[in-house]
T-cell receptor, first 113, second 112 residues
């Protein structure tokens, strides 16, 4: 089955700790994305990557970091510098084609106390 | 001004009725348009792409109006299972690839 997996589904951390969210896809998609969603708000882009070993900041990259060492994997680290990290984090991927749609993983719900 | 705007709703719809709602976008360079459905506490799932000529998928019809910069979604014969938040997504081409912009969503509640 092709798709995007994210783990874990729920994550709890203490303030001041870094945490890494996993995202893996076997769709052979070139582009991958990280979004966060807060209640009542639209998705906001954190980072995106077009190809391996290349990634770009999105609209709200401060306090986050990513890597893209493999085409299939795009992990996101939420650092202690992120002021309000509690949110629903969604990973997505798409083919490198104009007009192509994005597909989402099931998301990770992060709670920092 | 947000790049993609939607009426948040909720649109309360009796089962079997028709509901329609729009999404406006501000960037005329937008090239691709999509409707996604998001259930509570779940990931968005692609409902349909929106083509220039308009398109239909079963009970769902999407239209694009480039002159007025909006897209619309119409749901006929609403089912209880249609209750969800519908996200409008616009993709524009910057540099050599496209960046997706999401609306905050329109909530639809279908009642018995």
């Amino acid at each position: 089955d092709g798709g995007i997996t994210q783990s874990p589904k729920y994550l709890f951390r203490k303030e001041g700790q870094n945490v890494t969210l996993s995202c893996e896809q076997n769709l052979n998609h070139d582009a991958m994305y990280w979004y966060r969603q807060d209640p009542g708000q639209g998705l906001r882009l954190i980072y995106y990557s077009q190809i391996v070993n290349d990634f770009q900041k999105g609209d709200i990259a401060e306090g986050y970091s990513v890597s893209r060492e493999k085409k299939e994997s795009f992990p996101l680290t939420v650092t202690s510098a992120q002021k309000n990290p509690t949110a629903f984090y969604l990973c997505a991927s798409s083919m490198y084609i104009i007009g192509d749609e994005q597909y989402f993983g099931p998301g990770t719900r992060l709670t920092v106390t | 001004r947000k790049e993609v705007e939607q009426d948040p709703g909720p649109f309360n719809v009796p089962e079997g009725a028709t509901v329609a709602f729009n999404c406006t976008y501000s960037n005329s360079a937008s090239q691709s348009f999509f409707w996604y459905r998001q259930d509570c506490r779940k990931e968005p799932k692609l409902l349909m792409s929106v083509y220039s000529s308009g398109n239909e998928d079963g009970r769902f019809t999407a239209q694009l109006n480039r002159a007025s910069q909006y897209i619309s979604l119409l749901i006929r014969d609403s089912k209880l299972s249609d209750s969800a938040t519908y996200l409008c997504v616009v993709k524009r081409t910057t540099d050599s690839w496209g960046k997706f912009q999401f609306g905050a969503g329109t909530q639809v509640v279908v009642t018995p």
